[in-house]
Each structure stands twice: as structure tokens, then as C-alpha cells.
């Protein structure tokens, strides 16, 4: 696998930037989805979007033998986002299922407990993987997007050799797999005055809604000071999710520690120029198990990895989902015995 960014796209955060607005969404404008709600243990829901591949059949409905590839978003993201529909499109070229579980608050209606989503809820990601295994009849294929791969990365490690059971292998793209460098990252320089405005843009109004459905929950001004990620989680994620503080949160659900526990096949993706995730946080070869490949190119940016179209200066970004399905398709049927491991291109640092 191997990636070169355009040479007139320079930059982490131009390679971020353009590929979120700019890049062309190719066949994405005909995708279909089919809205499936379950209901949570705790009496609350999840809103999954299935791709409808058949129009005269409601999608979750649909033939299950083949592959399902399920998708987990990043931070306020849904499956409108600019990956998810690359990942739908790849999908639907390989006659596969696609579903987008949304995290809770992120489907486009606030969810009823007095919780939200965090980066290391690798409870709620069983949950929802166990349900797909019991509806869908073909193998499973996960792939976690930022914020969804480290949860992604730290479900696998919490359940080590049963997770083989459940998924045939899994992928994370642009995680910070170290929360807390990835978070003081976005509290500094151009991180601060860029992106971490637009998280909070949604986040806070939603925590606000949040506090209305649940008076007390928190301190409201405590919440409308924050500035930063740090902030937010202090008053809102940290303290909802057990967690006492920003620090403890951070660190107890980072994947980073416990990627030595994972038992199946694994691709860790992360661009070295990622603006929200510093390299020399990533995992090296020492980190992580044998079963995981660390794929580690010098360009891409934050979810980008934009590719030259017909038409310049046209970007597309189906040449990350390219890879990272071609993959996890190499682990179908593959023997589970544990591989030599793997890291592809130098790492920076």
C-alpha cells in the first residue's frame, strides 16, 4: 500500500481541509440509505443506516450472505460524512453490505439517557457488533474512523481472542490512539483556532440539550467557558461517562496501552502529517501484537488522502477506502494463526 498526496495539495491541513469540502463525492450522490433503530439496554437508541442495495427491499432485510462492512465515525460525524460515503461507495463496487451505527446524539436526534458517546466505549461498540453478528449471516468487517477507530482499536483489545469470533478484521484511520497527545494537540496553534470551533460548534449546543433533558447534570457555565476539548470533556464527557477528569478520561480510553492484546486482523492507518494527531504518538512494532499491521505514509492528513481526478484541480477520496477495503478483503477467508508483524513505511520520527 502506498499513497502521494497531489503535489498542489501541501500539507497536513490542506489535505485535511480540501478533501472534507472540496473533494469530488463521485457515485455518492444516487447512495440510498434505510434508517434501522435499536433499542438499547439502557432503554435508549442507536440509529444504524444501512446502504439499500436492492430499492424493493428495505436494506436491513436484505440478503445477508455477503460481507458486511460496518462503519464507526469520528467525532460529530454520521453517515453523511465525506469518508463514510467513500466507504459506501467501495462497498456497493464490491457487492458488499454497508451500515453506519451512529453513535448516540450524532444520528440527527438528541438520545434519551443522560449519556452521550466517548472515544474508549468499547462496551457499546460490543453491543452493537454482537448485534450485527446475530442479524447479519455473512462475516463482519469494522472499520473505526478517528474518534471510532480508537474505540474500535480498544474494543479488540479488551476482548482479545473472542473478538475473533465476532469480526474477520478491522481497521483504523487517523485514530488518536493516544488521547491525551491528540487532545492537547487540538488545544494548540492552528488546531485551536480552526477545528476545535467547529467540534464545539455542535457539541456544545448539544451538551446544552442534554442538560435540558436532564436538569443538574452539569454546570452549565462551566460548559459555556470551555475552549477547547479539554474543557468540554472535563465538564460534559469525562464526569458522564465515569470518568473523574479530562486526564483519567484520556488516559483509561486510550488504545494506545493495550494493543498488544489484539488477536485478529488489524490495520492501524495513520498519516504522519495528521494535524490532530502528532506523530510521534503513534504505535510502533513494540506497541502493538503480531496480528496488527501499522501502515504509516508521510502525507494524507486528518480522514483526507485526497487523489487527482479526471479534471484538475478535482480531488477525489476513495484512494484511503481503496486501500483499507482491499485489506480487510485479504482477511476473509485467510487461516486466523498469527502473522508475522507488520509496518509499512517508515515511521518519522
Known sequence: MAYQAPWWLPGGNMQTIWASLRSQRLDAGDLRWQRERWQTPDQDFVDVDWLQTDPAMPAPAQPSSAPLLVLFHGLEGSSASHYAQAFACLARQRNWRFAVPHFRGCSGEMNLAPRAYHSGDHQELDWILQRFKTQHGGPLLVVGISLGGNALMRWAAEHGQQARRTVAAIASVCSPLDLTAGGHAMGRGFNRWSYTPMFLKTMVPKAMAKLAQHPGLFDRHALLRARNL?????????????????????????????????????????ALNDPFVPAWSLPGPADVSAYVTLWQPPQGGHVGFPAPARRWPATHVLAMPAAVSEFLAQHLHKPRSAPEPTILLPRAR
Do not use: C, E
Not at 477528569?245 to 488477536?263: H, N, V
Open 230 to 270: 479539554w474543557d468540554f470533556d472535563n465538564v460534559f464527557t469525562a464526569p458522564l461517562h465515569g470518568f473523574g477528569d479530562t486526564d483519567t478520561y484520556w488516559r483509561q480510553a486510550s488504545a494506545k496501552p493495550l494493543m498488544q492484546g489484539i488477536a485478529l486482523p488489524a490495520l492501524a492507518l495513520n
